[in-house]
């Protein structure tokens, strides 16, 4: 179950998330291949984050949890 704390881990995670942190993490390709998915991303995150792949879905989700673990 998510909680309220969770929730916002996660919100304030993709508000802040830099495009070099996706690449690193595998979420977006780099340089130029990753250029659409990055616009995507900035335009509307939800439908970005529907459309993902289960693999770098699991990416994103890895990425926001080592984020809400630092923030505690």
Do not use: H, Y
């Not at 509307?44 to 984020?67: V, W």
């Amino acid at each position: 179950m998510i909680t309220g704390s969770d929730l916002l881990q996660i919100s304030l995670a993709r508000i802040n998330m830099e495009r070099s942190e996706l690449e690193e993490a595998g979420v977006i390709d780099k340089g130029i291949d990753g250029d659409r998915a990055w616009s995507n991303f900035g335009r509307d995150i939800d439908t970005f984050i529907i459309k993902l792949p289960q693999s770098r879905l699991a990416a994103l989700a890895a990425m926001i949890q080592r984020r809400a673990n630092r923030q505690r």
